[in-house]
């Protein structure tokens, strides 16, 4: 599936869609579960679908993917990504530069195909250092838990097939127009991509949110996934009130497809709004 296009400055933003993650509120830490309960409308054992989406920037000579997708790793309802890409007209082997937000995998998985290929045969991987220094340069003993050490063995395979074009960054411009900015917390290096041209910008901000009919009612609202929970409710923050008061428009990998919006502050939550 292939969503609308935004017009930022020379760039073109695209929304892609990599299919639909099912999970549970039942996934949150930290958290009384009763509220979340009460706030969802949702038992913790009902299922909740997640879109993982992911954004393809074109113009200045670049055609850079923000995230990869899960790949064959996640079940049939995901791993749609290369076929939408190619559907509609973009070929996998004209994709420049793969900027990821994070390695988990239904944003990195995706780098490789069944066999352990390339998808993006001539792409430049492009990561925070701390990132890749957490999932893939560290000793799998090292791993706080099962979960954790089996992303790290997947982040490894995924990333072998780019080994000598990955490119471990730091915080600024990494291509005109185009800036990393770490928020970490979900993972160490978790970063967001801001795209920026003519007066306008579009703030790339990954896994910020999970599930925004909870997270934007109580942004204190943790999950399983996050590495350090409370770094990242303060991420969340962070991001929350910088975007509302600059009133600069978001796109999310797991915001309701195509995933971009306008983040308003209310009297006590926050909404997000198409336009």
Do not use: C
């Amino acid at each position: 599936m292939t969503g609308p296009s935004l017009k930022i400055g020379d760039y073109t933003v695209t929304a892609f869609s990599d299919g639909v993650f099912e999970t549970s509120i039942n996934v949150t830490v930290g958290v009384d579960k009763q509220m979340t309960q009460r706030i969802s409308g949702k038992s913790l054992t009902d299922p909740v679908f997640l879109s993982v989406n992911a954004f393809l920037v074109e113009g200045r000579g670049v055609r850079a993917l923000v995230d990869a997708g899960t790949g064959d790793t996640m079940g049939p309802e995901l791993g749609k990504l290369p076929e939408n890409l190619v559907a509609a007209g973009v070929p996998l082997d004209s994709i420049t530069h793969i900027l990821l937000t994070h390695i988990h995998p239904d944003h990195s998985n995706g780098l490789i195909d069944g066999a352990g290929a390339a998808w993006f045969p001539k792409a430049e991987v492009v990561v925070q250092e701390d990132e890749i220094k957490f999932w893939n340069d560290r000793d799998l003993s090292q791993a706080a838990h099962d979960r954790q050490r089996k992303n790290m063995i997947n982040a490894r395979r995924s990333l072998v097939p780019y080994a000598d074009r990955t490119t471990r960054i730091g915080d600024g411009e990494f291509l005109p127009g185009i800036h990393a900015m770490k928020s970490p917390g979900h993972t160490p290096g978790h970063n967001t991509w801001t795209i920026e041209g003519g007066g306008d910008s579009l703030i790339i901000w990954g896994d910020t949110i999970h599930m925004a009919f909870m997270q934007l009612q109580r942004p204190e609202i943790a999950f399983i996934f996050d590495t350090d929970p409370e770094q990242a409710v303060q991420s969340r923050l962070r991001l929350l009130d910088r975007v509302a008061a600059d009133r600069t428009r978001v796109a999310g990998m797991h915001l309701d497809f195509p995933g971009f919006g306008y983040v308003r502050r209310g009297k006590d939550r926050w909404f997000i709004d198409a336009e």
